[in-house]
């Protein structure tokens, strides 16, 4: 893979939910080689604080459920303590659910699903672009970038809570960018093929491999390559986008 450019973040706090593992740790990878500072949301204590420890004192941990809105509201109190300003927000949290049809899909893991994918992304703007819109004097400025998936586009036969609740994301998306369009705040998502990630663990081997099947270069995706997108969309060099959806999927999108 070539080497990525490496977009100036200095003097930025971002926050990355999901940010412990998988895509979210390749993100804040990304943001720290630019010179950012990193707020890591994550449910998970123990990865919470061996990232934290991996990644050295620009980086806060915090244990949050992005599903219960006084968790997101407590740990947003938290996370202006560590810097009052937000610049960027990657909401990568998500989890798969399982694989099954949909008549036979049990609604407690469905909500269980759309409760993480849907409502934590949705928590998370609506507490954190009210701190962005207060940047530049009242102007407002930021990134929000959310990470949805190809599924979200063409839905996955046995994936339908995922594939579902993707969709929602790219509709949360081009509402918020089109809300905060007249501010200097871009949200924008990215729709990856399948990455190979600690999500693999909640899926079948028989549903990763159709996802292989998918995709034309016929191998998955790699964290630093979703991140390398990620990166720019965070940038200021994303100036003139919002409201958009990006493909990261090896050739498989059809639109």
Not at 52 to 81: F, I, M, P, W, Y
Request: one cysteine or more; aromatic letters at 6%; proline letters at 3%.
């Amino acid at each position: 893979m070539a080497k990525a450019a490496i977009y100036d973040f200095s003097g930025k706090h971002a926050v990355v939910t999901g940010g412990a593992a998988g895509i979210g740790e390749a993100c804040v990878q990304r943001l720290l080689a630019g010179g950012a500072k990193v707020s890591i949301w994550d449910r998970d204590a123990s990865s919470l604080q061996a990232a934290q420890t991996r990644h050295g004192a620009n980086v806060q941990g915090v244990q949050v459920d992005v599903s219960d809105e006084q968790s997101v509201v407590a740990a947003l109190k938290s996370t202006l303590a560590f810097c009052p300003h937000i610049d960027i927000l990657v909401n990568s949290a998500g989890i798969t659910g399982p694989n099954v049809t949909v008549i036979e899909y049990p609604v407690e893991e469905w909500n269980r699903v759309f409760d993480i994918n849907v409502r934590g992304t949705f928590l998370t703007c609506k507490n954190i672009a009210p701190v962005m819109k207060l940047a530049d004097d009242g102007k407002g400025h930021g990134r929000i970038v959310n990470i949805a998936s190809v599924a979200g586009k063409e839905g996955n036969p046995n994936a339908s809570a995922y594939s579902a609740s993707k969709a929602a994301v790219i509709g949360l998306t081009k509402s918020l960018g089109k809300e905060l369009a007249q501010s200097d705040i871009k949200v924008n998502c990215i729709t990856p093929a399948a990455v190979k990630t600690g999500m693999f663990a909640q899926m079948t081997q028989q549903h990763i491999d159709f996802m292989l099947s998918k995709i034309p270069m016929n191998r998955f995706g790699e964290t630093q390559e979703i991140a390398n997108m990620v990166a720019w969309l965070a940038s200021e060099e994303c100036s003139f986008t919002t409201g958009a959806v990006f493909d990261i999927s090896g050739g498989r999108a059809t639109y």
